[in-house]
């Protein structure tokens, strides 16, 4: 069962363009919604994390965006560099447990 | 340690041999997780610890699997009698919360290769 669903699966963005990852999600119990960027060789390492009573939360380049009504959030890169391309994968958790999303590869071109 | 320190880095196997994979946590973090990565693939959960608690291990995906974690801290996932589907990267994270919610830190991961 999946319960974190995650769109698309490989994007690829023009330098200074944006990247949006979508993710969905099925159980309402979730309560913390993070962001993972893995670079090939690494392990995932945090990028950027939401609570459910927040619609919206900015990191310098990097914004997520909540909507739990429809149980969905995604992820913005904003003028997306080359040094961003890594895997993406969201998460949800419940109790401290961990759901992740199957991943986006993101490529961005110079 | 500053992070979490996963050995060994690289191992590869024979079918049908017994493997320990060891996840050393952050010092302090409750939580202590292992997921497999197979090559291009999604993080898929293996078992996860929680402090004193029962561990959930739902995500095992046969009997050949098993893991423990002793005196809260050091973490063995052992695959008894690998087969080739094995081969995959074992990443091992642990992590704190922090006002409910929960930041993971991963390790580099353990790189199976079955032969």
């Known amino acids: 069962q999946q319960q974190v669903k995650q769109s698309p699966q490989s994007l ?17 119990a979730f309560d913390y919604f993070p962001w993972y960027q893995q670079f090939p060789g690494k392990g995932p390492a945090l990028l950027i994390a939401i609570r459910p ?9 990097f914004t997520i965006s909540f909507n739990k009504s429809a149980k969905q959030f995604s992820l913005h890169i904003m003028d997306s560099q080359p040094g961003d391309s890594a895997t993406y994968f969201c998460a949800a958790s419940k109790r401290r447990a961990l759901t992740f999303g199957s991943g986006t590869r993101l490529q961005v071109q110079p | 340690g500053a992070g979490v320190s996963q050995s060994p880095s690289n191992k590869v196997t024979e079918k ?8 050393d946590p952050i010092s302090g973090h409750t939580a202590l997780y292992w997921y497999r990565q197979s090559l291009g693939q999604g993080l898929e959960f293996l078992i996860y610890f929680q402090g004193n608690s029962a561990p959930d291990k739902s995500g ?14 050091v973490s063995t996932l052992t695959i008894q009698r690998t087969q080739q589907e094995d081969s995959a990267v074992y990443l091992c994270a642990s992590s704190w919360g922090y006002g409910g919610q929960m930041v993971a830190f991963f390790g580099q991961g353990t790189r199976l290769t079955v032969v």
């Open chain 1, 12 to 28: 690829i963005v023009q330098k200074g363009g944006i990247s949006i990852i979508n993710c969905a999600y099925e159980n309402t």
């Open chain 1, 53 to 61: 009573d927040v619609s919206e939360k900015k990191e310098g380049r």
């Open chain 2, 16 to 23: 049908g041999k017994d493997v320990e994979l060891r996840c």
């Open chain 2, 60 to 73: 095992l995906p046969s009997d050949r699997f098993s893991a423990e974690r002793t005196g809260g801290s």
